[in-house]
T-cell receptor, first 112, second 117 residues
């Protein structure tokens, strides 16, 4: 079945860039997503990218998509302590956009 | 907009007891999802409804789990009897047809944190 893999932890210093990586298996996914979960809260859609794009920039966030390698990354520029959270990569299963397959999440810790 | 509302936020129950989790989707949304989050398995889709009808329940773990959506503004996820391995965060999410097709406007509730002892 479909699978999404990402590293579990990332630690950076405030002001540095953070890069969170993800690999996925379903080549039929039309969109790929990044969700953010702050402690004790639900998931919030951070950004997404259409599968025919290879880059999307949104303020401090840059999403890179390598469709050939099925690799997705999220870069956060000038990381702040408020960015500390768990970041989930997700793909849509079999082109059905409503059924999202999530990775286990990368816990980003930002040190002052 | 109040967002997706879940209750209870936290519940601690004893093994063998019945647990009922509740969800109120965003008004106008006709798709509703139940997800479970654990450390071991991450986020898993349990079931989703469209227009109050269950469409895909292949993620429901076993017969102890059941979900209903009696009307467009309310859904329940029931576990009977509960077991310690059911301890997890249960998220409800909702969207409309446009969001379902694109996946980029699925809204999550804040979760129900269940502990079964």
């Amino acid at each position: 079945g479909e699978d999404v893999e990402q590293s579990l932890f990332l630690s950076v210093r405030e002001g540095d860039s953070s890069v969170i990586n993800c690999t996925y298996t379903d080549s039929s996914s039309t969109y790929l997503y990044w969700y953010k979960q702050e402690p004790g809260a639900g998931l919030q859609l951070l950004t997404y990218i259409f599968s025919n794009m290879d880059m999307k920039q949104d303020q401090r966030l840059t999403v890179l998509l390598n469709k050939k390698d099925k690799h997705l990354s999220l870069r956060i520029a000038d990381t702040q302590t408020g960015d500390s959270a768990i970041y989930f990569c997700a793909e849509s299963e079999g082109g059905s956009q409503g059924n999202l397959i999530f990775g286990k999440g990368t816990k980003l810790s930002v040190k002052p | 907009d109040a967002g997706v509302i879940q209750s209870p936020r936290h519940e601690v129950t004893e093994m063998g007891q019945e647990v009922t989790l509740r969800c109120k989707p965003i008004s106008g949304h006709d798709y509703l999802f139940w997800y479970r989050q654990t450390m071991m398995r991450g986020l898993e889709l349990l079931i989703y409804f469209n227009n109050n009808v269950p469409i895909d329940d292949s993620g429901m773990p076993e017969d102890r789990f059941s979900a209903k959506m009696p009307n467009a503004s309310f859904s329940t996820l029931k576990i009977q009897p509960s077991e310690p391995r059911d301890s997890a965060v249960y998220f409800c999410a909702s969207t409309d047809r446009t969001g379902f097709v694109s996946g980029n406007t699925i809204y999550f509730g804040e979760g129900s944190w269940l502990t079964v002892v």
